[in-house]
């Protein structure tokens, strides 16, 4: 007689905010989890998704899904200042635990997660969530097998509206301003395709009288294999552009990747120039042109919300098969680290060592 098959995976939600409904599409038709219990503070909301998921239960306090036997993971997706007791106290119950970006709000929130998690034995995945976009993916590969020395990254955020609505506008919720919240994606993307930071150099304004903190962000980051890095990033452009662009120079190529939630330049998704070439990246089902012209010899998967289904799919792969994760807790805690400095750097005005 074969193997038994292994039962479901079963997952708890936790916070059902709209972050959830992209997480869940990667827990829905999956042969090998199941969506069993939803928790979230107002009753009402949770028994929707409850219906909305397909679970089985729903809890108005984190703590009774977490005494649930039927779950065996949970997708944490509440405020940032909320992670780090929620995760531990995951880890405590025996629970295998995706967290949302930032991992934490500070570093030692952090650690304590980890502590936590290897402890109990327990997966802790953080959602990264850019690392499973398809065309940085292949921007790390081009990096290291087509554009020679890698020289110059360069990366950006501009979006136009402010965060100052909800919880995102109180700093405490935050953790701190747009820069932590939103432009931690940039600094984790950064130390993907680059390698270690070793040194950082941030200058931080605010000139909207309605933003929460920090709404101008310029960053230069040195890294270990000798390459600089650069972030310009700022919440308060004209609506609703977001650009979030990463371009990398290399001693023979040149990588642009055109936004991630959306190419704020018409175009492709990814473009590589070598040898006095472009290569376009078409995005997969929805060719782009050029006026009458049809731009692009390549297709890629370049759809911002399918990164929360591959990033949710290699959290059940991770508990299913007993594999390390590709973005572990000490990635996160990186991430973290990197945000300090820059506050950090930004407040003495110098460089800091990272």
Same mark, same amino acid.
């Given at each position: 007689m074969g193997e038994a098959p292994k039962k479901k995976i079963g997952i708890g939600m936790i916070g059902t905010g709209n972050i959830s409904d992209l997480h869940s599409v990667g827990y829905r038709n999956n042969d090998k989890a199941k969506i069993v219990a939803v928790a979230d503070i107002n009753a009402s909301v949770a028994e929707q998704k409850r219906a909305v998921f397909g679970a089985d239960r729903s809890?108005?306090?984190?703590?009774?899904?977490?005494?649930d036997e039927t779950v065996d993971a949970v997708d944490i997706c509440v405020p940032n200042f909320l992670h780090s007791t929620i995760a531990i106290a995951a880890a405590e119950a025996g629970k295998h635990?995706?967290?949302?970006?930032?991992?934490?709000?500070?570093?030692?929130?952090c650690e304590e997660m980890i502590s936590a998690a290897k402890r109990n034995r327990v997966k802790l995945i953080v959602g990264h969530n850019q690392i499973f976009y398809p065309p940085h993916q292949e921007t790390k590969r081009l990096i290291e097998a087509e554009i020679g020395r890698p020289i110059l990254l360069l990366t950006r955020l501009h979006?136009?509206?402010r965060q100052n609505k909800g919880w995102r506008a109180d700093p405490k919720a935050v953790g701190g301003g747009f820069f932590l919240e939103a432009c931690v994606h940039r600094l984790y993307l950064s130390r993907y395709l680059m390698g270690e930071?070793? $040194?950082?150099?941030?200058?931080? =304004?605010?000139? *909207?009288? /309605?933003?929460?903190?920090?709404?101008?962000?310029?960053?230069?980051?040195?890294?270990?294999?000798?390459?600089?890095?650069?972030l310009i990033a700022n919440e308060g452009g004209p609506f609703p552009l977001w650009d979030d662009r990463t371009e990398?120079?290399?001693?023979?190529?040149?990588?642009?990747?055109?936004?991630?939630?959306?190419?704020?330049?018409a175009g492709s998704p990814l473009m590589f120039y070598k040898n006095g070439k472009w290569t376009h990246y078409v995005k997969r089902g929805h060719p782009a042109t050029v006026g009458d012209s049809p731009l692009g010899n390549l297709?890629?998967?370049?759809?911002?919300? $399918?990164?929360?289904?591959?990033? =949710?799919?290699? *959290?059940? /792969?991770c508990v299913y098969e007993d594999k390390k994760p590709d973005v572990?807790?000490?990635?996160?805690?990186r991430a973290i680290e990197m945000v300090q400095a820059c506050y950090e750097s930004a407040k003495l005005e110098r460089p800091v060592s990272i």
């Open positions: 809890y108005s306090d984190y703590s009774q899904l977490l005494k635990v995706l967290v949302e970006k930032p991992m934490a709000i500070t570093v030692k929130e979006n136009g509206f930071p070793s $040194k950082i150099f941030s200058r931080m =304004t605010k000139i *909207f009288p /309605d933003t929460v903190a920090e709404d101008i962000v310029q960053v230069i980051v040195d890294f270990e294999n000798g390459v600089q890095g650069s990398v120079i290399g001693s023979d190529g040149l990588i642009i990747v055109n936004g991630f939630e959306e190419q704020a330049i297709e890629i998967e370049a759809d911002f919300p $399918k990164t929360y289904a591959n990033l =949710t799919r290699h *959290f059940v /792969d572990t807790g000490e990635d996160g805690k």
